[in-house]
C-alpha cells in the first residue's frame, strides 16, 4: 500500500500547486485501452509545425491528447501533462513491462549558443552535479524527503555540431529504492528553443534504450524556419545558457518544489526527468506496470500496491 499512499500525497502536492484533478472515466481492459489509442506512423509534422519525425516501421507516435491518456490513465500520472507528443516502440505494448517511450517537448527560451561545446570537461561537470546535489539533499532530507544521488552518466554526454544534437543518460540512486533509474536525453537545438525528447525507462532497459534513441536522434528534425541554420541574430532572443548548461540543468537540485517531489519518484520502476525549463509543465510515471492478465485488468492509479 505505501506507493498508493504516495500517489495521494503527490495528489494532494500537485493540487496544492494548481494542478486540477480530470473526471474519472469509466475503467477499461488493457486491451479496449489501446485500442483506442490513434498510433501514427510514418512522416509525424509535430504541433505548432516546427519540427518532423520521419518515424521509421519500428516507431509510432501519438499526439498531445493520446499522450496525455497514457501518461495519466495508462502509467498512472496525475493529469496535467503539456507535451508535443510521445513516440514509441511498435513492437511492444506500453502498458507491458518492457515497454517504454519517449516524451517530447518544446523549450522556447531562445537560440541556445553551441560555443562551449568543445570545451567542456563532462568528468568535471558530473563532480559538479553531485556536489551540488549534496548540498541541495541537506535540504531535502530537512523537508522529509529521501537524498538523491547521481551515480554517473550512464551514456555520457555527446554533441554532434553538425546536427546540432545533444544526447546523455544518467544512473540515479535516490536512498531507500530498490532500483536505480534511468535519465536519457535528447537535445535537439533550434532557431528560438530546444526540444526536448526523454525516454521513459527503467535502467534495466538501458542497452536497448541507449540503441533506440540513436535512431530517435536521426529522424528528429526541425522543419526550415525553426532550424538552428535559421537563426538570425538581429531578431532573435539569445538564450542565457550553453550546452553545458542543458547537461546539468536536469539535475533536482535546481528544481525547487518539483525537485523535492522527483526524489520520492526516482525510486519507482518508469519516471520521467525533464530539463529544468519543461518540468514544471510534465509529470511522472511512477507505478510499476505488470503484464496484463487474462481478462486484463483495468488500469487504476493503485495498480501492483503490494511491489
Not at 532550424?227 to 542543458?246: C, H, P, S, W
Amino acid at each position: 500500500m505505501h506507493r498508493f499512499l504516495l500517489a495521494v500525497m503527490l495528489f494532494f502536492s500537485l493540487n496544492a500547486a494548481g494542478v486540477q484533478a480530470a473526471p474519472q472515466e469509466p475503467q477499461q481492459s488493457a486491451e479496449q485501452f489501446l485500442a483506442s489509442l490513434n498510433f501514427q506512423k510514418g512522416r509525424i509534422t509535430l504541433p505548432g509545425n516546427i519540427a518532423t519525425l520521419d518515424l521509421p516501421p519500428a516507431f509510432r507516435y501519438l499526439a498531445p491528447a493520446d499522450t496525455a491518456r497514457l501518461l495519466e490513465q495508462g502509467w498512472g500520472n496525475p493529469p496535467g501533462s503539456t507535451t508535443l507528443g510521445m513516440i514509441v516502440p511498435a513492437e511492444v505494448s506500453p502498458l507491458s513491462e518492457e515497454g517504454w517511450g519517449v516524451v517530447v517537448t518544446y523549450d522556447k527560451d531562445g537560440h541556445v549558443k553551441d560555443d562551449d561545446a568543445d570545451s567542456i570537461d563532462y568528468a568535471d561537470l558530473l563532480k559538479e552535479i553531485q556536489e551540488g546535489m549534496v548540498e541541495d539533499n541537506k535540504e531535502r532530507k530537512e523537508q522529509g524527503y529521501p537524498a538523491m544521488t547521481l551515480v554517473g552518466w550512464a551514456e555520457k554526454p555527446h554533441y554532434d555540431k553538425a546536427q546540432h544534437k545533444l544526447y546523455w543518460a544518467k544512473e540515479l540512486r535516490t536512498e531507500g529504492a530498490g532500483a536505480n533509474g534511468l535519465n536519457y536525453n535528447i537535445r535537439v537545438l533550434g532557431r528560438e528553443g530546444v526540444l526536448v525528447l526523454n525516454a521513459v525507462a527503467s535502467l534495466e532497459q538501458l542497452a536497448k534504450v541507449r540503441t533506440e534513441m540513436q535512431q530517435v536522434t536521426a529522424f528528429t528534425n526541425f522543419n526550415q524556419g525553426h532550424r538552428y541554420a535559421d537563426f538570425n541574430a538581429q531578431t532573435d532572443k539569445v538564450a542565457e545558457y550553453g550546452i553545458a548548461a542543458l547537461v546539468a540543468g536536469g539535475v533536482a537540485a535546481k528544481l525547487g518544489f518539483f525537485g523535492k517531489l522527483l526524489a520520492l519518484l526516482i525510486a519507482f520502476k518508469k519516471l520521467i526527468i525533464l530539463g529544468f525549463a519543461a518540468l514544471a509543465s510534465l509529470l511522472w510515471k511512477f507505478f510499476r506496470r505488470e503484464k496484463p492478465a487474462a481478462p486484463a485488468p483495468a488500469v487504476s492509479l493503485d495498480k501492483d500496491p503490494q511491489a
